[in-house]
């Protein structure tokens, strides 16, 4: 598998809480979206990407898997097919 899988044709708003790592799945097969269940490992080359909360807030992490911002939604969604 040389491309990701599109997960979501929607970024996935998450309440994150301040000091808490989360794990985006970089591959888009994970069954538990946006974040990484070790699926990647039989996709090969992709990896999770660690995303560190500074504050409790609310964010949107990428579900196409098409963002130049990972692991956070940057409106590519509406671009990629």
Same mark, same amino acid.
Not at 12 to 21: M, S
Not at 43 to 56: I, L, N, R, S
Not at 57 to 75: E, H, I, M, W
């Given at each position: 598998?040389?491309?990701?899988?599109? !997960?979501?044709?929607?970024?996935?708003?998450?309440?994150?809480?301040?000091? &808490?790592?989360?794990?985006?799945?970089?591959?888009?097969?994970?069954?538990?979206?946006?974040?990484?269940?070790?699926?990647?490992?039989?996709?090969?080359?992709?990896?999770?990407?660690?995303? !560190?909360?500074?504050?409790?807030?609310?964010?949107?992490? @990428?579900? @196409? &898997? !098409?963002?130049?911002?990972?692991?956070? @939604?940057?409106?590519?969604?509406?671009?990629?097919?």
């Amino acid at each position: 598998m040389t491309s990701p899988v599109r !997960a979501s044709d929607i970024p996935f708003a998450v309440d994150v809480e301040q000091g &808490k790592d989360y794990w985006w799945c970089s591959c888009g097969q994970s069954k538990t979206q946006p974040f990484c269940d070790g699926s990647h490992k039989a996709a090969g080359q992709f990896a999770p990407v660690k995303f !560190a909360a500074e504050v409790t807030s609310t964010v949107y992490f @990428c579900g @196409c &898997k !098409a963002t130049r911002n990972q692991p956070l @939604c940057d409106g590519s969604h509406k671009n990629a097919v």
